[in-house]
Nanobody
Framework: HVQLVESGGGSVQAGGSLRLSCVAS????????MGWFRQAPGNEREGVAA???????VYADSAKGRFTITRDNDKKTLYLQMDSLKPEDSAIYYC???????????????????WGQGTQVTVS
């Protein structure tokens, strides 16, 4: 079992930046593929970015060029640097973890095994 705790959400003006963090714990957390998903009111949860266990990354089209996903294995922490934020980026952002190579087929919620509790991001 893997536990995920996010932080770093908040309110920011359009064009601003935020950095989300997700601390992972659990017996095999260092082996997991990890990523970020988001859900806005009335919308389905969608993938934003993921960093697979082999080091490969995948980004949603909406995130390419603006968001950067990184991981510090020593700290067991996943980050999402979000720049040039837009109002349509407003959502609850969830940290996600899956088995090795979980996201090799893309950002699919069905490939997520563990979820964090979410952190709100509001862009105005």
């Amino acid at each position: 079992h893997v536990q995920l705790v996010e932080s770093g959400g908040g309110s920011v003006q359009a064009g601003g930046s935020l950095r989300l963090s997700c601390v992972a714990s659990g017996y095999t957390s260092e082996l997991c593929s990890m990523g970020w998903f988001r859900q806005a009111p009335g919308n389905e949860r969608e993938g934003v970015a993921a960093l697979d266990s082999d080091g490969s990354t995948v980004y949603a089209d909406s995130a390419k060029g603006r968001f950067t996903i990184t991981r510090d294995n020593d700290k067991k922490t996943l980050y999402l640097q979000m720049d040039s934020l837009k109002p349509e980026d407003s959502a609850i952002y969830y940290c996600a973890a899956g088995h090795p190579l979980a996201f090799e087929c893309g950002l699919r919620t069905k490939d997520v095994s563990w979820w964090g509790q979410g952190t709100q991001v509001t862009v105005s």
